[in-house]
C-alpha cells in the first residue's frame, strides 16, 4: 500500500527560527511530490512542486529536497515568522492520476 | 490564468437530502478534475477524478456520486445524504501529463444534520 506520513504532526517554534517539517512514503517509484499550505477553514495552496528526477526546489525562505531512494522529502523554512503559522501537506503522486496525502504538520510560530 | 471557484463555502443539510457541489475551471481547456474529502482527524482522499467529459472514475465506494457535463464543469452529487458525509470537500484540477502538479480550490464544508 502506498502511504505518505508526515513528522511531527504538530510543532511550535518562536519566531526567526528554521525548521524542518519531514515527508516519508512507502514507495519510491513516483512521478512528482507536492508540498501545500493550508490555512484553517481554507483550500489548499501550493508552495512547490518537485519532479522525481529533480532533488529539490525553492521559493523565497521555503526550500524542499527530495530523495527518492530513502523515499523521503523535507520542506526547510527559514527565519520562520508568525504568518507561516498553518498546517503543510505533503502530497505524492505514485502513478496513476490520484495525490497521496499526508495527515499533515501543523506549525504555530509565536511571536 | 486560471482559476478555479467551487460553490458554496459552506453548507448544512439534513441527513437524507441531496446535494449538489459544483467546481468551475477557467483559462484551460481539457484539465484533469478531482473531488477529495477531508474529514476530521482524517487526511485527504480522492473521491473522483475525471479526464474529460463524461469520463468519471471512482475512488472509494460511498453514497457520493459526480459527473461532468461541461469540459470545465465537475459537480459532486448524492441522492440522500447521511451523517458520514460530512467534511471539507475539495476541487482540484491538473493539466495532463506528470509535469505538473495540483490546483485546489477554496473548499465546501459540508454538515449533515
Known amino acids: 500500500k502506498q502511504e505518505v506520513t508526515q513528522i511531527p504532526a504538530a510543532l511550535s517554534v518562536p519566531e526567526g527560527e528554521n525548521l524542518v517539517l519531514n515527508c516519508s512514503f512507502t514507495?519510491?517509484?513516483?512521478?512528482?511530490l507536492q508540498w501545500f499550505r493550508q490555512d484553517p477553514g481554507k483550500g489548499l495552496t501550493s508552495l512547490l512542486l518537485?519532479?522525481?528526477?529533480?532533488r529539490e526546489q525553492t521559493s523565497g525562505r521555503l526550500n524542499a529536497s527530495l530523495d527518492k531512494s530513502s523515499g523521503r522529502s523535507t520542506l526547510y523554512i527559514a527565519a520562520s515568522q508568525p504568518g507561516d503559522s498553518a498546517t503543510y501537506l505533503c502530497a505524492v503522486r505514485f502513478s496513476g492520476y490520484a495525490l497521496n496525502f499526508g495527515k499533515g504538520t501543523s506549525l504555530l510560530v509565536t511571536p | 490564468s486560471q482559476t478555479i471557484h467551487q460553490w458554496p463555502a459552506t453548507l448544512v443539510q439534513p441527513v437524507g437530502s441531496p446535494l449538489s457541489l459544483e467546481c468551475t475551471v477557467e483559462?484551460?481547456?481539457?484539465?484533469?478534475l478531482y473531488w477529495y474529502r477531508q474529514a476530521a482527524g482524517r487526511g485527504l482522499q480522492l473521491l473522483f477524478y475525471?479526464?474529460?467529459?463524461?469520463?468519471i472514475s471512482s475512488e472509494v465506494p460511498q453514497n457520493l456520486s459526480a459527473s461532468r457535463p461541461q469540459d470545465r464543469q465537475f459537480i459532486l452529487s448524492s441522492k440522500k445524504l447521511l451523517l458520514s458525509d460530512s467534511g471539507f470537500y475539495l476541487c482540484?484540477?491538473?493539466?495532463?501529463?506528470?509535469?505538473?502538479?495540483?490546483?485546489f480550490g477554496s473548499g465546501t464544508r459540508l454538515t449533515v444534520v
Open positions: 514507495d519510491s517509484a513516483i512521478y512528482n
Open positions: 518537485i519532479q522525481s528526477s529533480q
Open positions: 475525471s479526464v474529460g467529459i463524461g469520463q
Open positions: 483559462g484551460t481547456s481539457n484539465p484533469n
Open positions: 482540484a484540477w491538473s493539466v495532463g501529463g506528470t509535469a505538473y502538479g495540483y490546483t
